[in-house]
Nanobody, 122 residues
Framework: QVQLVESGGGLVQAGDSLRLSCAGRAFSTLTVGWFRQTPGKEREFVGSISWFGGTTDYSDSVKGRFTVSRDNARVTAYLQMNILKPEDTAVYYC?????????????????WGQGTQVTVSS
């Protein structure tokens, strides 16, 4: 069974960097995606990476600042976030999907972590 656990969230200042990790079990052959959610809003796609790590996809709001990567030997995926902005404040979730990229929609993902809070102060 696929299990995902996020870590690395916290409180940072605008312009800082933060790296989130998604430790999993049995997701080495699955697409991994990152989403974020703020109160009262739907989950928003952030980025995704193919199972072999060769293809990535990003939302326009984070393109050029965020990088998704994975280490299948460690069964861990990462979201490197640079030049953070207050509008990046959200709960961040990693998810896994059997669907190949593109996979930008919440319902395309079958497995979800519990989320980690990222707060960016101005």
């Amino acid at each position: 069974q696929v299990q995902l656990v996020e870590s690395g969230g916290g409180l940072v200042q605008a312009g800082d960097s933060l790296r989130l990790s998604c430790a999993g079990r049995a997701f080495s052959t699955l697409t991994v995606g990152w989403f974020r959610q703020t109160p009262g809003k739907e989950r928003e796609f952030v980025g995704s990476i193919s199972w072999f790590g060769g293809t990535t996809d990003y939302s326009d709001s984070v393109k050029g600042r965020f990088t998704v990567s994975r280490d299948n030997a460690r069964v861990t995926a990462y979201l490197q976030m640079n030049i953070l902005k207050p509008e990046d404040t959200a709960v961040y979730y990693c998810a896994a999907s059997a669907k190949a990229l593109p996979a930008t929609i919440e319902r395309e993902y079958d497995y979800w972590g519990q989320g980690t809070q990222v707060t960016v102060s101005s």
